[in-house]
């Protein structure tokens, strides 16, 4: 996704519908490396002929079993050229979870070695991210400061629902931005970082999955959202139709499969099919 075009949103497990939602919803909460409602993949039409070949913002792997998520390979900054994509912004890390601890290590380090974990997310009791701390290599913008510094990401929950990011970089001189969530009645994300979402009052669906919207600097934010930890964020309850960034777009074209999943849309660049695991 690109850093000023985030696309979740990573729509995860929709929840069924309710006048006014302020928990997780219909489906019983679960580790979302395990959970029965994981999106595996989805391709996004609109970056293939930029960068010169199918472009998934993000693909899982799975254990023996085919269930448990032990590794992710993700992209964002797809606004650049396919050479520069490939070779800085895309991203390939083995998940391993330990008690409270998730740790994200890198499949291939960079030139001149360095530590091999990208990603060292805190859960708390409940299971649900408390603080992330990214090195440089998730997060390009930190290649500018040197030392190389560490981006830490606290999150902050209101009746079960996260209500804002607050970002802290490893450094004395840095500001603490908090980019705050907000929520309609229903309990569909509406805004967040300077982008809005609008919905379709009247459609419900049982499962989503949207890749659009969410504006950077967030990739630790979003990088979660994929792996299925924000699903009051990535599940609406409503159908989207439309989301501004920098500009108003349309999504349309809802499909679903039997299930009562989104498997695909348009997005006004292009079409975005979802495959559910």
């Given at each position: 996704m690109k850093k000023s075009l985030f696309a979740p949103v990573g729509m995860l497990v929709l929840f069924a519908a309710s006048s006014c939602r302020k928990d997780l919803g219909h489906f019983p909460q679960q580790n979302p490396l395990t959970s029965d409602y994981?999106?595996?993949?989805?391709?996004a039409t609109e970056y293939d002929e930029w960068l010169g070949y199918a472009h998934y913002p993000f693909k899982k792997t799975y254990d023996h079993s085919g269930h448990t998520v032990v590794g992710i390979d993700c992209g964002f900054e797809d606004d650049r050229s396919y050479l520069t994509f490939q070779q800085s912004f895309y991203k390939s890390y083995t998940v391993s979870q330990k008690g409270q601890m998730v740790y994200l290590i890198k499949k291939t380090l960079s030139p001149g070695g360095g530590h091999d974990t990208a990603v060292w997310l805190t859960l708390n009791g409940a299971g649900r991210p408390l603080s992330l701390k990214s090195d440089t290599s998730l997060i390009y913008d930190l290649l500018d400061y040197w030392p190389p510094q560490y981006l830490i990401q606290n999150y902050v929950y209101k009746d079960n629902r996260i209500i804002a990011v607050n970002n802290i970089?490893?450094?004395?001189?840095?500001?603490?931005?908090?980019?705050?969530?907000?929520?309609?009645?229903?309990?569909?994300c509406i805004a967040f970082n300077g982008n809005t979402w609008s919905y379709d009052y009247a459609r419900t669906a049982k499962q989503q999955f949207y890749y659009e919207g969410l504006t950077g600097p967030d990739e630790p934010f979003y990088l979660l959202i994929y792996?299925?930890?924000f699903p009051e964020i990535s599940s609406p309850t409503n159908l989207l139709i439309s989301y501004t960034d920098y500009q108003p777009h349309t999504v349309s074209n809802h499909?679903?499969?039997?299930?009562?999943?989104?498997?695909?849309y348009?997005?006004?660049n292009g079409h975005v099919t979802v495959n559910w695991k």
């Open positions: 994981q999106v595996a993949e989805c391709h970089l490893n450094e004395p001189h840095h500001g603490n931005p908090t980019d705050s969530i907000k929520y309609d009645q229903y309990g569909n792996l299925g930890y499909q679903f499969d039997r299930q009562g999943r989104l498997i695909s348009d997005d006004g």
